[in-house]
């Protein structure tokens, strides 16, 4: 016997974490194009969850939390990964990024895995990299 069971449209949604949501949320829908999916605030004002979209796909924004060792990587020198979005022209959203303030690490280049791509840090110093895949 078998079962069926629902697959979810999204399956993995990213959570990073941020001193101050609020201020992370408008940054990536002002320099990188995401869209709102919201702000969620405590009974005292303070937000303490966000959304974007890019597309379909969220990425939640949670809030600082030492009880469950949930740090932002502001000030850290180093990262331990970033996320990778895929857009339609790396060099008109470089562009926009760029001109909106965005900290490029590196300008849009032709990558060996098929990308070509560019390298940018939030406010926070979360890793961002924005690429279209090269044709052929």
């Given at each position: 016997m078998t079962t069926q069971q629902?697959?979810?449209r999204i399956a993995v949604v990213p959570v990073l974490v941020y001193e101050?949501?609020?201020a992370a949320h408008d940054f990536l829908i002002r320099?990188?194009?995401?869209?709102?999916?919201?702000?969620?605030?405590?009974?005292?004002?303070?937000?303490v969850?966000?959304?974007v979209r890019f597309g379909e796909a969220p990425v939640w924004l949670h809030a600082v939390a030492p009880d469950h060792q949930m740090?932002?990587?502001?000030?850290?020198?180093?990262?331990?990964g970033g996320l990778e979005i895929a857009v339609e022209d790396v060099d008109v959203h470089h562009a926009h990024s760029e001109a909106a303030g965005a900290d490029i690490e590196?300008?849009?280049?032709?990558?060996?895995?098929?990308?070509?791509?560019y390298g940018a840090r939030d406010p926070e110093n979360h890793r961002w990299w924005f690429g279209t895949p090269l044709p052929g």
């Open positions: 629902n697959t979810p101050d949501i609020e320099t990188f194009g995401f869209t709102s999916g919201g702000l969620q605030r405590d009974d005292s004002g303070n937000v969850h966000g959304e740090a932002s990587p502001r000030g850290c020198s180093q990262s331990h590196y300008p849009p280049a032709d990558k060996p895995y098929g990308f070509r791509e």
